[in-house]
């Protein structure tokens, strides 16, 4: 890992992030978001698919970094990643409160680990450079880890909500089902 960041990850990650800023705008200005009891948010679908991404630019490439150290850092990765499955998972059911379709938008409840898993990034992300210079040890396998659980969990975790979002959209065109009367 080079001391400077690369100015091209730097420009991706600022003109995501700029991306990003005028979408979470947008879903906060959209009329359903008025209603919506505490703790819940309108965000625009694009958005949850452009969140892994972030991710990726974030410690994407302390991740290849990492999996450069040998086929333990790998192994570390991956069983991080198991782990970010589940996890994602769970987090889609738990968040994903609705469909709205109008908007192409999701309502979404607020919750801790989200904001605990951003200061994760970032805080990887600030600590790049210095983490970047251990040589060795189950400081770097733990690291590897952790980076495959958080970018794995926002890959899941944001297909399990698109995932939802089409079956809401799908069951809303099919319209209310249809009374049988039985015999």
Known sequence: ??????????????????????????????????????????????????????????VGGLLVHELGRGWTHVAAALLGAAVGIPIGMARARVMFVRALVATRAVVLRRSGPEYALLGLLLALRAAEQPLSRITAGPATLALSALLGLALCESFVRAGGIIVRYRRAVAADEAGPPALIDEV
């Open 1 to 58: 890992m080079s001391p400077r960041p690369n100015p091209l990850e730097l420009i991706a990650l600022y003109g995501l992030l700029a991306v990003m800023l005028v979408l979470v705008r947008k879903g906060r200005r959209d009329p359903a978001a008025k209603d919506l009891p505490k703790g819940q948010r309108v965000r625009p679908l694009v958005l949850e698919a452009l969140d892994p991404i972030l991710s990726v630019v974030v």
